[in-house]
C-alpha cells in the first residue's frame, strides 16, 4: 500500500499541468494498481460507512444485508473501477471529462450536483465524527462534562477538515495518511473484527432473520450508493493513472475490500451489541470494544473523509467561478460545519439514495458514450450542449423515482443506469452524432 503514499512525493502542489481543465501529461501519470487500490481500500472505510451498514441491520438481518451489501458493493465497485479508467484514458478530471459526453455547456449541471452531494458528504462526516468524539469524551470525562458537548466537537472538526482542504490534498497525504492513517485504521479495523468474532454468537445472528422494515432492493440500493458517491471523483485521482486495467483493478478492488469489511463490521455490531431503539446505538456499541481505542483510531482517520469532501467540491466550483481553490474551500468548509450544527443524522438514508438518483443514470451515460460509442477515444469536436445525452440522463433520473415510488420491489439504480445507458446509445445513433 504504501506505492501510493510514496508516489506523493513525484507530484508537484503547484504544477498547472494539474489544473482540473488541462490534461496530465503522459510522462506525469505514475500510478500504478497498488496505488489506486491503497488510496480506494482507504477511501472504502470509515463511521459513514459503519453507519450505512446499520441502516441494513433491522430490516434485513445478518444475511440478509451482507448479501445486499456485498451485491451492491461489488456492483459499485465495478462501475466505480470502469469510470476511473475515463479518468486514465483522457488525463482529464471528472467534471472536466463530463464535457465529452454532456458539451461543454451540459456538463455545468453535474458540477452543481456534485457540489451539492459533497457539501452534503463533508457535513455528514463531521457530523459522525461529532457524535462519535461526544460519546468518547462523555464517557470519559462525564455526560455533562464541556468535553462533551457536540457544539464544540462541531466546531472542532469542522475546522479541522476546513484547513486540510485549504492546505490541499499533497500537503494532507504527506503530513497525516503517509506517516500512520492508513496504518491506524487498520489495526483497528483488524481490532474490532476480532472483538467481534471473540464476543458475539454469529450462527446465531446468522439465522436469525431480519423485521422486514427494509427490502432487499431498497438495502442493494443503499449499498451500491456508496461507491456510486465516488463516481464524480475518482478521476481527480485515476487522471494520474498509467494503465486502464492498473486503474480498474486497483480501485474497484480496493473500494470493494474496503467498503465490504467496515459495512458488514456496521451491521454484526448493530445487531449483536447494540441497543434497539437508543440513539447513537452503534456508537455506543464501538465504544464499548476495547476501551474505545479502535473507534478513536477510525474517527482520527475519519477526518480524510471530510477533507476530500471539502476539498474536491472546491475544485468543482473552481470550474464554475474564477476564484482560488484554497477560498472556496474555506467557504465550503464553513457551510459544511453550519449545516451539520442542525442536520440529523437520520435524513443520512434519504441523502445516500438522493445520490444513486442522479448520478448512477448520469454515468450509465458516460460510460455508454465513452466504451461504446466514442470507443475510449477523444472526439473530434465538443458541442456547447449534447441533447441525446441530457435527454437520456433526464430519463434515467425519472426512472429511478419512478421505480422507487410504484415499484420498490424491483430495486431502482441498476435499471435506471441500464436504461440512460440504453437510450444514450439509440439517441446518440438516431442524432448521427457517432
Not at 208 to 233: E, H, Q, Y
Request: charged share 10%; glycine share 12%.
Amino acid at each position: 500500500m504504501k506505492g501510493f503514499l510514496f508516489l506523493s512525493e513525484a507530484l508537484p502542489v503547484n504544477n498547472p499541468s494539474y489544473s482540473p481543465n488541462l490534461a496530465v501529461p503522459l510522462t506525469e501519470r505514475v500510478f500504478g494498481a497498488r496505488d489506486l487500490l491503497a488510496l480506494w481500500f482507504s477511501l472504502g472505510m470509515g463511521l459513514m460507512v459503519l453507519q450505512a451498514g446499520a441502516l441494513l441491520a433491522p430490516g434485513l438481518g445478518l444475511a440478509g444485508a451482507l448479501l445486499a451489501i456485498t451485491l451492491g458493493v461489488a456492483v459499485g465497485a465495478l462501475l466505480l473501477g470502469a469510470v476511473g479508467v475515463i479518468g486514465s484514458d483522457t488525463g482529464l478530471a471528472s467534471m472536466a471529462a463530463l464535457r465529452l459526453s454532456l458539451g461543454r455547456q451540459g456538463a455545468v449541471l453535474p458540477a452543481l450536483l456534485n457540489l451539492l452531494q459533497l457539501v452534503g458528504w463533508g457535513a455528514f462526516e463531521i457530523i459522525v465524527m461529532r457524535d462519535a468524539a461526544s460519546l468518547l469524551a462523555g464517557k470519559a470525562f462525564g455526560e455533562g462534562s464541556a468535553w462533551s458537548n457536540a457544539t464544540l466537537w462541531t466546531l472542532v472538526f469542522g475546522a479541522l477538515a476546513t484547513l486540510l482542504a485549504v492546505a490541499g490534498p499533497l500537503a494532507f497525504v504527506r503530513r497525516v495518511l503517509r506517516k500512520w492513517g492508513i496504518w491506524l485504521l487498520l489495526g483497528a479495523c483488524a481490532w474490532l473484527t476480532w472483538n467481534l468474532l471473540s464476543k458475539a454468537d454469529l450462527a446465531a445472528l446468522w439465522a436469525r432473520p431480519g423485521d422486514g422494515s427494509m427490502s432487499f432492493a431498497l438495502g442493494f440500493d443503499l449499498a451500491i450508493a456508496m461507491p456510486l458517491s465516488w463516481l464524480p471523483l475518482i478521476a481527480d485521482y485515476s487522471r494520474f493513472g498509467k494503465r486502464g486495467g492498473g486503474v480498474f483493478v486497483g480501485a474497484a478492488l480496493g473500494f470493494f475490500v474496503g467498503c465490504l469489511w467496515l459495512m458488514g463490521l456496521g451491521v454484526a455490531y448493530t445487531l449483536a451489541f447494540a441497543a434497539p431503539g437508543e440513539a447513537n446505538s452503534l456508537l455506543l456499541a464501538l465504544a464499548g470494544a476495547g476501551m474505545g481505542i479502535p473507534l478513536l483510531l477510525i474517527l482520527l482517520d475519519e477526518s480524510e473523509k471530510a477533507f476530500a469532501d471539502i476539498h474536491s467540491a472546491a475544485v468543482s466550483s473552481g470550474t464554475l467561478l474564477p476564484l482560488k481553490v484554497e477560498h472556496l474551500a474555506l467557504a465550503i468548509g464553513a457551510l459544511c460545519t453550519l449545516i451539520a450544527w442542525f442536520a440529523p443524522l437520520s435524513e443520512y438514508e434519504s441523502f445516500l439514495l438522493l445520490i444513486g438518483s442522479v448520478f448512477a443514470p448520469l454515468f450509465g451515460v458516460v460510460l455508454v458514450d465513452h466504451f461504446v460509442l466514442r470507443r475510449r477515444q477523444l472526439p473530434r469536436f465538443t458541442p456547447a450542449l449534447r441533447w441525446d445525452s441530457l435527454l437520456a440522463w433526464v430519463c434515467g433520473v425519472s426512472t429511478f423515482h419512478l421505480l422507487v415510488n410504484f415499484y420498490p420491489a424491483l430495486g431502482a439504480t441498476l435499471p435506471a443506469l441500464l436504461l440512460a445507458g440504453a437510450l444514450q446509445l439509440l439517441l446518440s445513433r438516431l442524432a448521427g452524432n457517432r
